[in-house]
């Protein structure tokens, strides 16, 4: 390898491309935005090719820059894990990850298996639960990084958020419910109603949704974030189910749930990565993020 190239260009360059914005990856990596700017043009002149176009929508990576980001994102995984090779507990890369109910029932199944993939050796583990807590525990260490929906603002002090793709809420009931033959959403208070609880991120997109199609607040509810109880309750009752998309999929997918025609669109929101802002990556992140992005993309979701 040419040894003018340092590992700073290589973090920087797969920064860049991962975030998708030269800002973003300065603020990600602690350095001014002309020492990222400095950083890449050193690369494609020591490599002779251009590897980024510059443009309103962000970065994009050219056909030399996607070969050389393919390589790059091998490279320092299989460094982060040479370090930890180096390090107390015999070499084990462990990543302790956070993942609300859309994300546990849909994204994380495939992150799993491409991690698995891409090092044998790294230990997962992997909480799921309402976006309050999960970020609670983030903040507290106790987690290395969350995957779910953006949260409010309050939720949101001290962590940094990289949107992957977004995500809608839905409204399932079982097969045969009344409401399939006639839906209409004024009905809703006529059914028992799954519904998200306050500490939950799409609690606010559920409520407008309501205000907005002059719908009350449904008095038979029940509160909750647990797909297992939900999934179960739906299939069993004339309950409706209000819920993040990604959560029942499959199960839609697969005809054991029904989706209502209901105008949803303005219940879309972005579903992305959040991690301790201003803190160094912990050793195998960069295997995650890689087993993320291959995740997103296999599922048809970026």
Same mark, same amino acid.
């Not at 300065?26 to 935005?33: D, F, G, P, V, Y």
């Not at 990222?36 to 929508?57: K, P």
């Not at 970020?135 to 260490?141: D, F, S």
């Given at each position: 390898?040419?040894?003018?190239?340092?590992?700073?260009? /290589?973090?920087?360059?797969?920064?860049?491309?991962?975030?998708?914005?030269?800002?973003?990856?300065?603020?990600?990596?602690?350095?001014?935005?002309?020492? +990222?700017?400095?950083?890449?043009?050193?690369?494609?002149?020591?490599?002779?090719?251009?590897?980024?176009? =510059?443009?309103?929508?962000?970065?994009?990576?050219?056909?030399?820059?996607?070969?050389?980001?393919?390589?790059?994102?091998?490279?320092?995984?299989?460094?982060?894990?040479?370090?930890?090779?180096?390090?107390?507990?015999?070499?084990?890369?462990?990543?302790? +990850?956070?993942?609300?109910?859309?994300? *546990?029932?849909?994204?994380?199944?495939?992150?799993?298996?491409?991690?698995?993939?891409?090092?044998?050796?790294? =230990?997962?583990?992997?909480?799921?639960?309402?976006?309050?807590?999960?970020?609670?525990?983030?903040?507290?260490?106790?987690?290395?990084?969350? /995957?779910?929906?953006?949260? *409010?603002?309050?939720?949101?002090?001290?962590?940094?958020?990289?949107?992957?793709?977004?995500?809608?809420?839905?409204?399932?009931?079982?097969?045969?419910?009344?409401?399939? *033959?006639?839906?209409?959403?004024?009905?809703?208070?006529?059914?028992?109603?799954?519904?998200?609880?306050?500490?939950?991120? /799409?609690?606010?997109?559920?409520?407008?949704?309501? +205000? *907005?199609?002059?719908?009350?607040?449904?008095?038979?509810?029940?509160?909750?974030?647990?797909?297992?109880?939900?999934?179960?309750?739906?299939?069993?009752?004339?309950?409706?189910?209000? /819920?993040?998309?990604?959560?029942?999929?499959?199960?839609?997918?697969?005809?054991?749930?029904?989706?209502?025609?209901?105008?949803?669109?303005?219940?879309?929101?972005?579903?992305?990565?959040?991690?301790?802002?201003?803190?160094?990556?912990?050793?195998?992140?960069?295997?995650?993020?890689?087993?993320?992005?291959?995740?997103?993309?296999?599922?048809?979701?970026?």
């Amino acid at each position: 390898m040419d040894p003018r190239i340092k590992l700073r260009h /290589i973090s920087v360059f797969t920064e860049i491309v991962r975030l998708g914005s030269l800002k973003r990856a300065a603020e990600r990596l602690n350095l001014t935005q002309p020492a +990222i700017s400095r950083a890449l043009a050193e690369l494609e002149a020591i490599t002779g090719a251009r590897l980024l176009t =510059r443009g309103r929508a962000g970065v994009a990576l050219t056909a030399e820059g996607e070969g050389l980001y393919h390589f790059a994102q091998l490279s320092l995984g299989a460094l982060e894990q040479g370090l930890a090779a180096t390090g107390p507990g015999g070499g084990a890369l462990r990543m302790r +990850i956070g993942a609300l109910p859309s994300v *546990a029932a849909r994204l994380m199944p495939e992150v799993v298996t491409e991690a698995a993939r891409i090092a044998p050796d790294l =230990r997962l583990s992997v909480l799921d639960g309402a976006h309050g807590y999960l970020t609670g525990q983030l903040r507290a260490g106790d987690l290395d990084m969350v /995957i779910g929906r953006l949260g *409010a603002p309050d939720t949101m002090r001290g962590l940094s958020f990289t949107q992957l793709y977004t995500e809608e809420i839905a409204f399932v009931v079982r097969p045969g419910h009344p409401l399939l *033959a006639r839906p209409d959403i004024s009905r809703l208070g006529e059914f028992p109603v799954i519904f998200p609880t306050r500490s939950a991120a /799409i609690r606010p997109f559920a409520e407008r949704l309501l +205000i *907005a199609a002059g719908v009350p607040e449904p008095a038979r509810r029940l509160e909750t974030v647990s797909g297992a109880l939900g999934h179960v309750l739906t299939a069993r009752s004339d309950a409706v189910w209000i /819920i993040s998309a990604g959560v029942v999929a499959q199960a839609v997918a697969e005809g054991r749930l029904r989706r209502l025609p209901f105008d949803t669109a303005g219940t879309s929101g972005p579903v992305g990565l959040m991690v301790r802002a201003e803190e160094p990556a912990p050793p195998g992140r960069q295997l995650v993020l890689r087993a993320i992005d291959r995740a997103v993309s296999t599922l048809g979701l970026g």
